[in-house]
């Protein structure tokens, strides 16, 4: 199975940062990353999807870059909505392995 | 609207079975692969399984292999997931998912359903 890794855990924040998080596949994914925002007690929703594609409706504050094993998701202005614990998902192979997720709070 | 709406969770005994359904309404079922995604209180998503629009291609986790079995029924525009032979470590919500046309992410999740399995 393909193993995800997410870094950091958790930050803390200001509205306003810049806030970059990293996924990390334990082989090559190609571009089959995508990315997840939960907040708590809803459903995920996604936000990117093939690595940097940005899905419809979601703000162009987020981006995500990447490909073989390496992945970024970065918000440019964080915003009082965005926090949250954001996850990675594989979607090259099942099973479709998620990460342990990035919580973003306010510092 | 794409609209995800799963019920069936509830309070099981180990061993116990459940049946969890969800229905779908804004879009056509029958031409999308769907999924069931599990989270324990507190802790990450798990992917659990994944069904083709056919039902031809069928995956499970290793994790529930055996004991749960996936199915749909594109009349009735609904997906389901019997859950056999429950254990503690099945305490979850529950999310079905929509996979997207190009079959590569899950574009549409529903508000899921709480299992919990206990005695």
């Known amino acids: 199975d393909i193993q995800m890794t997410q870094s950091p855990s958790s930050l803390s924040a200001s509205v306003g940062d810049r806030v970059t998080f990293t996924c990390r596949a334990s082989q090559s994914i190609s571009s089959y990353l995508n990315w997840y925002q939960q907040k708590l007690g809803k459903a995920p929703k996604l936000l990117i999807y093939a690595a940097s594609s940005l899905q419809s409706g979601v703000p162009s504050r987020f981006s995500g870059s990447g490909s073989g094993t390496d992945f970024t998701l970065t918000i440019s202005s964080l915003q009082p909505e965005d926090f949250a614990t954001y996850y990675c998902?594989?979607?090259?192979?099942?099973?479709?392995?998620f990460g342990p997720g990035t919580k973003v709070d306010i510092k | 609207e794409v609209q995800l709406v799963e019920s069936g969770g509830g309070l099981v005994k180990p061993g116990g079975s459940l049946r969890l359904s969800c229905g779908v309404s804004g879009f056509t079922f029958s031409s999308y692969s769907m999924n069931w995604v599990r989270q324990a209180p507190g802790k990450g998503l798990e992917w659990v399984s994944s069904?083709?629009?056919?039902?031809?291609?069928?995956y499970y986790a290793d994790s529930v292999k055996g004991r749960f079995t996936i199915s749909r029924d594109n009349a009735k525009n609904s997906l389901y997931l019997q859950m056999n032979s429950l254990r503690a470590e099945d305490t979850a919500v529950y999310y079905c998912?929509?996979?997207?046309?190009?079959?590569?992410?899950?574009?549409?999740w529903g508000q899921g359903t709480l299992v919990t399995v206990s005695s």
């Open positions: 998902q594989q979607s090259y192979t099942t099973p479709f392995t």
């Open positions: 998912a929509r996979t997207s046309r190009s079959g590569y992410y899950f574009d549409y």
């Open positions: 069904i083709s629009s056919s039902s031809s291609y069928i």
